[in-house]
């Protein structure tokens, strides 16, 4: 229902940072609880981390300490910026919009941490 536009994935070496962006269509951004997602081939779909209207913040434990989730709601855009990343890291990163029952996905971006 919402479209969502993932971009800044790349090649980066471990220990590097890369800055994930998503931009939504919807004037009404402000409402939605927004996160990033991650699918390695052969794996299922993972949070990452999330972010709700009111600013709280939720993170896998296997990123805390490391990823930062934000938002701003004047420019309808929702970013993870990933410092310190490992091998284990590489995934498509997906971005997602939720409102009560109402979900909706991003392309996603590839994201590769070499070794």
């Known amino acids: 229902q919402v479209q969502l536009v993932e971009s800044g994935g790349g090649l980066v070496q471990p220990g590097g940072s890369l800055r994930l962006s998503c931009a939504t269509s919807?004037?009404?951004?402000?409402?939605?609880?927004m996160g990033w997602y991650r699918q390695a081939p052969g794996k299922q779909r993972d949070m990452v981390a999330t972010?709700?209207?009111?600013?709280?913040?939720n993170y896998a434990d296997s990123v805390k300490g490391r990823f930062t989730i934000s938002r701003d709601n004047a420019k309808n855009t929702v970013y993870l910026q990933m410092n310190s990343l490992k091998p284990e890291d590489t995934a498509v990163y997906y971005c997602?919009?939720?409102?009560?029952?109402?979900?909706?996905w991003g392309q996603g971006t590839q994201v590769t941490v070499s070794s």
């Open positions: 997602n919009a939720r409102h009560s029952l109402a979900s909706s």
């Open positions: 919807r004037g009404i951004f402000s409402i939605y609880t």
């Open positions: 972010i709700t209207n009111a600013g709280i913040t």
